[in-house]
């Protein structure tokens, strides 16, 4: 049985409406693996499930055997050498005829796959993420260390000098335009296409949450870019950190570095996950070169080059240095015409598939979290459809997308945002926060940003030590602990700080 293949790009949980009868039907493999990704987030945590096993998805299973596939071959050899296992064990206890799994590679471009019968086509006229059905990138390893898997990893992952494929389908023609993400197509069509003498707004920085179009724009960059005849190369931060490292290991450092050196457009995708001295010094060794000689420099994110905690911070101001574009959240006519786009696609493989104007209305208002839940919907809205052979109204539609509704992902609260709002709230500026100035008009405010930090994201006490001005980490363990005492002896302060919380959260 074939699953679900919409979750390409790691965000989501596949997550499958679990209350549908099954009674006389085959086992329904794709509930199972959803059931099994929500498991291993829970028990592995949010940082190891998304490195390693966001962009794990099933393929089909066959004779009792679960074939999985990721993206890059680096991927597979990890899974294989550390987590086989534990995938096999979890995935048995969800559905108990599967004896054993294999994990395969995913090309990267062959169409994925729904959760029909027959394959819907590929998206040729949607935005961002909705056209992104494999998972080039969407998350990286954080550690700058290579664990043994990589060993085994072959120069087509990590080591060869040609970058990540782009994606064919991810160009500036199916790429659907809205008022958030206007100004950064309008940038990255301009570099693309610039025949001039040096480059324009260089570095451009793309940043935005997950699902918005990020990496569809730098794709569309890199194939309008090679169609006017320059080079190009197009990385994720892992194939920079692994090729790099790799190169080291087998003497290539020169040639590889020279090779990065020596093209006219260099596209970075993730560029959040770089991580090590050596590695970092060489990107920032490596982004200076570039720009100093004239060749464009495209980086996305999923922060301001200001939130990049992790790198230098003479890398961090040469980011900064050039044109910063944040792409907005989907409003509600982009993701109509996101909808609209999809279901035209789908219509030339299944013509009889008709949705109404008041469906797509509903879908758009009830889905907001971004680009990906929105390519779900219409694979949840085409299998009923195909399976029942009953039309698509606003009643079933609100059982087809429940799952999504109800389970959407948490607004993603920055750190830049806490301290702002708290300081707003008790009369101090955001650099009173950050400066060493201990009145305790500041050192109050200052605690609750920190407290807020702590159970309102998922950064380290380190990190969030290293926001507050570069304090140590037992200073926001300290902070974090008053707080909660304090919270827990004074009611006012704690109505304060859940008025706080619900500010940052709506």
């Given at each position: ?231 190009v190369i197009y990385l994720t931060a892992d194939r920079f950190m692994y090729g790099f490292v790799n190169a080291l290991k087998t003497q290539s450092a020169l040639a590889y570095k020279e090779r990065l050196r020596g093209i006219d457009l260099l596209i970075l995708d ?237």
């Amino acid at each position: 049985m074939r699953v679900d293949g919409t979750v390409a790009n790691g965000d989501e949980d596949g997550r499958a409406s679990e209350g549908d009868s099954h009674e006389n039907a085959a086992p329904d493999y794709g509930a199972a693996w959803s059931r099994v990704k929500r498991r291993l987030r829970a028990e592995l945590g949010e940082d190891v499930f998304a490195s390693w096993f966001a962009r794990l998805e099933l393929d089909c299973v066959s004779g009792g055997t679960g074939k999985l596939t990721v993206p890059t071959r680096f991927l597979k050899s990890w899974i294989e050498s550390h987590y086989l296992d534990r995938v096999l064990a979890t995935f048995k206890a969800e559905a108990g005829d599967v004896a054993r799994i294999e994990v395969g590679v995913r090309g990267t471009v062959a169409p994925a796959r729904p959760v029909v019968p027959a394959p819907a086509k590929p998206v040729t006229a949607t935005s961002g993420p909705l056209a992104r059905l494999h998972a080039v990138g969407s998350q990286a390893p954080v550690a700058p260390a290579l664990p043994a898997a990589e060993s085994r990893v072959s120069a087509e992952a990590s080591g060869d000098f040609n970058g990540t494929p782009l994606d064919a389908r991810l160009t500036f023609t199916s790429f659907v335009v809205g008022r958030s993400n206007a100004l950064a197509h309008a940038a990255a069509e301009r570099i693309a296409r610039h025949q001039g003498e040096g480059a324009l707004y260089n570095p451009l920085y793309l940043h935005a949450g997950v699902g918005l179009g990020k990496t569809h724009l730098l794709h569309g960059i890199g194939h309008a870019a090679r169609e006017s005849g320059r080079r190009v190369i197009y990385l994720t931060a892992d194939r920079f950190m692994y090729g790099f490292v790799n190169a080291l290991k087998t003497q290539s450092a020169l040639a590889y570095k020279e090779r990065l050196r020596g093209i006219d457009l260099l596209i970075l995708d993730d560029v959040q996950f770089i991580q090590g001295k050596s590695i970092q010094a060489e990107f920032g060794h490596t982004i200076n070169a570039l720009i100093d000689a004239g060749r464009q420099v495209v980086v996305a994110s999923d922060r301001p080059p200001t939130e990049l905690e992790a790198l230098e911070e003479r890398v961090r101001s040469r980011l900064a240095g050039g044109l910063v574009v944040e792409i907005g959240s989907l409003d509600e006519q982009l993701r109509i015409s996101i909808l609209s786009a999809r279901l035209a696609s789908v219509r030339t493989s299944h013509p009889g598939f008709d949705v109404s104007p008041q469906v797509v209305n509903y879908v758009a208002r009830a889905i907001t979290a971004n680009g990906r839940d929105l390519e779900g919907a219409v694979n949840r809205l085409l299998a009923h459809a195909t399976l029942t052979g009953t039309a698509v109204t606003l009643e079933t539609a609100e059982t087809a997308i429940r799952d999504l509704v109800k389970n959407r992902e948490p607004k993603r609260i920055k750190i830049e945002d806490i301290q702002k709002l708290v300081a707003s709230r008790y009369n101090v500026s955001r650099s009173d926060i950050l400066s060493e100035r201990r009145t305790a008009a500041v050192v109050k405010p200052r605690q609750i940003a920190m407290y807020l930090s702590k159970v309102l994201t998922l950064r380290s006490l380190p990190e969030i030590g290293r926001r507050f001005g570069g304090r140590d980490h037992t200073t926001v363990l300290h902070a974090v602990r008053k707080i909660e005492k304090q919270i827990g002896e004074d009611a006012v302060l704690g109505d304060e700080v859940e008025l706080l919380k619900r500010m940052l959260q709506d």
